[in-house]
């Protein structure tokens, strides 16, 4: 994992073996990389230099040939409550991509990108609306969670004593992690994979793996592929319509993979894994909001171990799709109650400072387009 001649190394792109493999061929003994994937992943150290337990030449070695600033904030928006945080984040090549930071009461929770873009085609979706760029790499997926966890580690700090600061030092500051933001993280899978072993190491920052939940349109292959892996993270499935002709119009990766297939590969993970699937479901006024669709998704989803989330819309600027009101959203958890599926209703966070994928992104991509024209 050498860089291009006049690059810097992303250190948060190195798998652990690879992160020792490194520093031994710089002639460094093997418990250095323990040492450097901890202030890495569990002190969130920001700086080489703050890295103090290693002997100096090393420390700038590190700095001269490797690099830990993958992001830039180009822009950032908070709810009124402060609960929720939307950053939109600068790549080293230009691109943009968008991470949200939600808080509860018992947890906080990132949600993170996998692509620059999404090449899925949702009607719905901002972030479809733009194609795709590019594969984000493990470091740049890895990255978002940890600037999130530097930041609440801070303000923590910030607001404690010193003794409490310490105390606080080996918890999780982001508690969860929902690989749900721009891009379908199965069509990047091998990085999307690094960076859930990354946040999962017992090493480092060491979060269970039921604290993260990956989220697909279904791409069947990689969902048998997950299936294998050992790891039992979440699984949600963005299903959003419960017959194919609609899904096709609205999830256009169902005319590969139609609701037949999709499901047959989901009671495999189920038998699998043990786990159940969570299926997304956004309800759009008019659209896939009717009882009628409601019923033909309890008969897809007969007999599996699952739970349904209805999302009302998250309206995208331009679109002329608007959310489903709140007696259509009753109605339709009703039908689903009533045959026994667990369901909630999840409440719409941060509509007042764009948190749908790609919203903040693509306004940004319109005001530099201005700026050029």
């Avoid at 990389?33 to 002997?55: E, H, I, T």
Wanted: proline share 4%; hydrophobic share 40%; net charge neutral.
């Amino acid at each position: 994992m050498e860089p291009v001649a006049g690059e810097r190394l992303a250190l948060y792109d190195l798998a652990y073996d690879q992160l020792r493999e490194l520093l031994g061929s710089w002639g460094e003994p093997s418990y250095r990389a323990d040492q450097v994937w901890r202030w890495l992943y569990r002190s969130l150290a920001g700086d080489f230099q703050a890295m103090a337990n290693l002997p100096n030449h090393l420390r700038q070695r590190l700095a001269s040939e490797c690099d830990l600033r993958l992001l830039t904030v180009l822009a950032e928006q908070q709810s009124a409550s402060g609960q929720t945080r939307k950053v939109l984040f600068r790549l080293t090549d230009g691109s943009t991509i968008e991470s949200v930071l939600m808080g509860y009461h018992d947890r906080r929770t990132a949600c993170i990108s996998t692509q620059v873009g999404c090449g899925m085609g949702c009607v719905f979706c901002a972030t479809g609306q733009g194609g795709l760029v590019r594969n984000l790499s493990a470091g740049e997926i890895v990255a978002q969670a940890i600037y999130f966890a530097r930041e609440i580690r801070e303000e923590q700090i910030n607001r404690a004593t010193e003794r409490l600061a310490k105390a606080r030092l080996e918890s999780h500051p982001v508690s969860n992690i929902v690989l749900m933001g721009m891009g379908e993280p199965l069509a990047n899978y091998a990085a999307t994979w690094q960076a859930i072993r990354t946040l999962t190491d017992e090493r480092g920052y060491n979060l269970g793996a039921r604290r993260i939940t990956l989220s697909t349109v279904g791409l069947v292959p990689a969902i048998r592929r997950l299936a294998g892996e050992g790891i039992s993270i979440n699984l949600a499935v963005s299903l959003h319509a419960a017959d194919d002709d609609l899904r096709n119009e609205l999830v256009p990766i169902n005319r590969h993979y139609p609701l037949d297939e999709l499901m047959a590969v989901l009671r495999e993970y189920v038998e699998k894994t043990g786990r159940r699937v969570t299926f997304e479901f956004a309800l759009i006024d008019g659209v896939n909001d009717q009882v009628q669709q409601a019923q033909k998704l309890v008969m897809l989803l007969q007999g599996l171990i699952c739970h349904v989330n209805l999302i009302p819309l998250n309206p995208t600027p331009g679109s002329s799709l608007a959310p489903s009101p709140p007696e259509q959203v009753s109605a339709f958890r009703e039908v689903l109650e009533h045959a026994g599926i667990a369901v909630t209703v999840r409440m719409r966070r941060g509509t007042s400072i764009e948190a749908g994928c790609g919203q903040l992104r693509m306004r940004e991509l319109a005001a530099e387009a201005g700026e050029v024209s």
